[in-house]
């Protein structure tokens, strides 16, 4: 091999493995069983897990029984069934076997992996993503101006470039008709609009949490649990809209995180609307503490001025059902006296 050729070789390799290097991680997983063989060698096929532009993955079948590893970049079958798609491998061995039997996942519908990507293949894959984001904004722009209530959150092309799939959000429903003649005329490709919800979108998209990391849906979470304001008030939180939704909108995803380790304990709690009948008067409850086992009641009369009581304490009143003493006795703790602020019209 003379110097030339040795020389386009190491430049080739370098460029492969920057792209490997920059290529999206998101819901990346340690494939820790990588290198251990299953024992059931009456196993017919392999099954893979690639992965696709951001958190698009998708199990194929290693008919070929081609030596692959994590990182690879191979060949697929398309769902359409026309040309052909590129991806990353992501999990093999039986570390896949474990993530499908999470999911109900039908295993006579996998697509088969051809071959690994000849450079060729890489290259034209490469180009077309190059124009994604170009043509994002091209997308947009003609939404806009058909004056369609709809949001172009993503484009992804095919391997090969034979088709584009443009993810949007929308309300409502939205006639395609114009839209699809308009991106077919200005993309020079078959067009395909996939719907998703806003919490898929921020998955995609991706950002950073008001927690300072990157956001769960798009780092690890897969499966979204619906999230009530019911959640919030388990765990004490304020009902502000503002703090509680995330980039989606909707309500954050961690609110549901400790909401069970909240509900346990709460249960040792008397109800939040008991009332205490104390020789100063009657008192209502105003706030739980879950970790200190302990409940801030105040008068009726005086709701400014909270005390704190263990939660022993109030069982014993609430069992005994007669007149307790007041609340200073039955607190030991330092009085909170919430102070009322009075404002000046200085326009004057």
Known sequence: ??????????????????????????????????????????????????????????????QEKIFLNQGDIVTVEPKSGIGYDIGIVH?????????????????????????????????IWKSFKRKEFTILLKAKEIVKDLNLSMKISDVEYQGDGEKAIFYYTAENRIDFRKLIKEFAFHFHTRIEMRQIGYRQEAAKIGGIGSCGRELCCSTWLK???????NSARYQQLSINIQKLTGQCSKLKCCLNYELDAYLDAIKDFPDFNSKIYTEKGIAQSMKIDVFKQEMWFSYIKNPNTWFRIKVKKIK???????????????????IIQKTEFTFKDLSM
Do not use: H
Not at 16 to 37: A, G, H, M, P, V
């Open 223 to 229: 499966n979204f649990k619906s999230v009530t304001t």
């Open 91 to 123: 999990l093999t061995g039986e570390l896949v076997n474990l993530q499908i039997r999470n999911q109900t996942i039908n295993s006579n519908t996998f697509k088969k992996i051809y071959r690994k990507s000849t450079y060729k293949e890489i290259n």
């Open 1 to 62: 091999m003379n110097k030339s050729c040795y020389d386009c070789l190491n430049k080739c390799a370098k460029k492969e493995n920057i792209f490997q290097k920059k290529r999206c991680y998101k819901l990346n997983t340690l494939d820790w069983l990588s290198n251990i063989q299953s024992p059931f060698e009456y196993q017919k096929y392999d099954i893979v897990e690639i992965q696709f532009k951001n958190d698009r993955k998708e199990f194929f079948l290693n």
């Open 316 to 334: 014993e009143i609430l069992e005994k059902n007669k007149i307790a003493p007041p609340l200073e006795e039955l607190s030991t703790i330092n």
